[in-house]
């Protein structure tokens, strides 16, 4: 059985994302992004069928907007973030509900949570920027129930892989396509969050492929229910490339959604 690949990085209490948290909150916004209102709560509330009462812990939570959602529908929701700045902002938010609780701990170590004390966990476009994947689902796994389920959505890891994907232009056929150039070797690439502004400020982002995934989840008791794969909602401006676009878009998934039951 192939081996997690190891990175060295800086300690986990100094993440990274603890330095963006106020342009991530920006970012966010009270309900999610753009993506995350059109494309993925949609499509995840779907998948999840959460129902009131339910206990789900949410991981690499941010400033709470998929925690909000969730009590808002009647869920009692924990929510885990290692940046206290991430979690502070999550606290203070004006629309904050009872039935929320926020935990500033590393997802590879949550030790005040005890065995199978939650019904559901989710992790949502955050597992790509953790280092220690194994020890990740291998806590998802350990705090939820037996029959229990874990939910997973990253960017999409045989399409969207940074620096060694993109977009090309066939000129002859006319049809635009993705191109990549690496895929099966695992990669630790920095994110500049602010390219000119703020060269110095980045985060990192773990490429992996698809095998190391199935790999993790196997290994912590966990087996795929479901697997879907979701386009962006987004359209090209008129012109001639419009209609290549659109379909190239529709076509290559942006995201990877996961749906495991703990056996």
């Known amino acids: 059985m192939r081996q997690e690949k190891r990175f060295h990085s800086k300690p986990k209490s100094q993440t990274s994302w603890n330095n963006v948290a106020g342009w991530y909150d920006k970012l966010v916004g009270e309900k999610g992004s753009d993506f995350h209102q059109n494309v993925i709560l949609p499509q995840l509330t779907e998948m999840m069928q959460p129902k009131k009462g339910e206990k789900i812990i949410d991981i690499a939570c941010g400033q709470g907007f998929l925690c909000r959602h969730l009590a808002s529908l009647g869920v009692d929701v924990t929510g885990v973030d290692a940046s206290p700045k991430l979690i502070d902002l999550a606290r ?53 129930k037996t029959g229990g389920h874990i939910y997973l959505v990253i960017n999409h890891p045989s399409f969207r892989i940074p620096r060694q994907s993109g977009w090309g232009f066939d000129e002859k056929r006319k049809l ?74 529709e076509e290559i998934p942006l995201f990877l959604a996961m749906a495991a039951i703990k056996l």
């Open 92 to 144: 203070k938010h004006p629309k904050q509900l009872s039935n929320i609780k926020y935990i500033v701990s590393d997802a590879a170590f949550i030790n005040d949570i005890p065995k199978g004390t939650f019904d559901a966990a989710t992790c949502i476009l955050s597992l790509q920027n953790m280092e220690s994947l194994g020890q990740v689902i291998r806590e998802m796994s350990r705090v939820i």
């Open 176 to 249: 635009q396509y993705r191109r990549i150039d690496s895929y099966l070797s695992e990669q630790k690439i920095p994110i500049q969050m602010h390219p000119g502004a703020k060269p110095n400020e980045y985060t990192w982002s773990f490429h992996r492929p698809l095998q190391s995934y199935f790999e993790a989840l196997h290994k912590n008791g966990l087996a795929v229910e479901q697997l879907t794969e979701w386009s962006s909602h987004r359209k090209s401006l008129p012109g001639k490339t419009q209609k290549t676009e659109d379909r190239a878009r």
